[in-house]
Each structure stands twice: as C-alpha cells, then as structure tokens.
C-alpha cells in the first residue's frame, strides 16, 4: 500500500502474501486474517479490525496505527514506533537481533516470546503501556 495514491482496501476472505508493506492509508481486514510469510513492514496508516499474522524472517514496526489483532511468529523484529490498539503477540525464533529504538504505544496486552539465538534489545524508556502488563 502507497500513501501517495488512495489505496483504502477491506478484506473479503482471509489472505496470505509473500510480503506487506503499509505506509499510509488504511487497510480494513474485515474481520479476516492477513497471513505474511516473508517480510512485513508497518511505516505508517492504519490497520482495522482482523488479524495481522507476520510468519517470516523479519517484521519491521516502524509507524502507523495498528487497530488489528497482531500474532506475530518470525525471526526478528524492529520495534521504531506505532500504535498497537488491540492484543499484540510477538514471538522471536530467528537467528538475528530483534531490536527497538521505542517509540511504540500499546493500548492492550502484549505477550513477547523469545528463543532466537540472538539478543532481545529493546529501549524500554520510550514504550508506553496503557494496560498493565
């Protein structure tokens, strides 16, 4: 999805996609799950109702307002920013550092799982936690 053309879609039926990119605009799941086997990239818009399940190498956080569900199984992460609205499960496996420069809100429950080989980095200072954890 491309912010600079509008690109506003709603999901009929669930979906899987080698790869998702969301710099803008808004994508509406439908109450459907959005599979992604490879990368999967949030640099802005808006997610809506759903699932988002991230399965691939690397999942990137880098903006945006996520009002979906998120069950994330990949490698690693970046967690640089956004808005997580509703339950958000991330689970590292992968063979490369999941990092995070902050900047991310959590409105719901987050449950983070790592038995990567690597390292969970995180700047904690700047995640904001609405919900107790």
């Known amino acids: 999805m491309n912010s600079n053309a509008p690109n506003n879609l709603t999901l009929t039926q669930n979906h899987k996609v080698t790869a998702f990119t969301i710099n803008g605009d808004t994508l509406d799941l439908g109450g459907y799950t959005l599979t992604v086997t490879g990368n999967c990239t949030f640099s802005g818009g808006k997610t809506t109702t759903g699932i988002i399940k991230p399965i691939g190498t690397l999942c990137h956080f880098g903006g945006g307002i996520i009002d979906s569900r998120i069950e994330a199984n990949c490698g690693y ?41 690597y390292y969970l980095q995180w700047v904690p200072r700047i995640m904001i936690f609405l919900t107790a954890l």
């Open 77 to 117: 992460y970046h967690m640089n920013g956004g808005s997580f609205l509703k339950v958000t499960i991330l689970i590292s496996t992968g063979s490369a550092s999941t990092t995070g420069t902050g900047n991310c809100t959590f409105a719901d429950s987050l449950s983070i799982s790592h038995s990567g080989t």
